[in-house]
């Protein structure tokens, strides 16, 4: 069996208006994501943490920003994509680690949807999707309110 570890990150800034969404899940706050996408920050690092276990570049050389079939796409169906890759190259998801920076909003009582959203478009087991939220203690551009910042580490394994 061979395993691959991937890691990703992806940041946004906030933008008035428009829907904050991440992984997956529409969270109740005032500004969404400046973003060509969706701008679903969560499934973006996940994504890049997935094409980098499998030495296949990142979701930018996937799924261009200035590619207009891209323009507002839910991140899900990136994500979709992203996992026919995996697949392709017959790899499966071991585990999946995510660590959301954001001073606000409050993320805990979404991240069990998140968890869920994850190992359905992964065709993983809940168990192994791990997404955890914290603060930079109000240092820096998330400390600041300006934006949101995510990392993704995961590990995947060879299915022969």
Known sequence: MTIRIG??????RFKKGG????GGVEIPHHSGMEAHSDGDVVLHALCDSILGALAK???GQHFPDNADQYSGIDSRILLSKVYQIMMGEDYAIGNVDITIIAQV???AE??????????QDLHADKPSISVKATTTEKMGFTGREEGIAVTSSVLL???D
């Not at 890691?7 to 946004?12: I, K, L, M, S, V």
């Not at 829907?19 to 991440?22: G, P, T």
């Not at 979404?110 to 190992?119: G, L, T």
Request: aromatic fraction near 6%; proline fraction near 3%.
């Open 19 to 22: 829907k904050l969404i991440l």
């Open 105 to 107: 909003p409050k993320l």
């Open 157 to 159: 394994y060879s299915k």
């Open 110 to 119: 979404h991240i069990n949807n998140m968890c869920e959203n994850i190992a």
């Open 7 to 12: 890691n990703g990150f992806d940041a946004h």
């Open 57 to 59: 570049g990142d979701i």
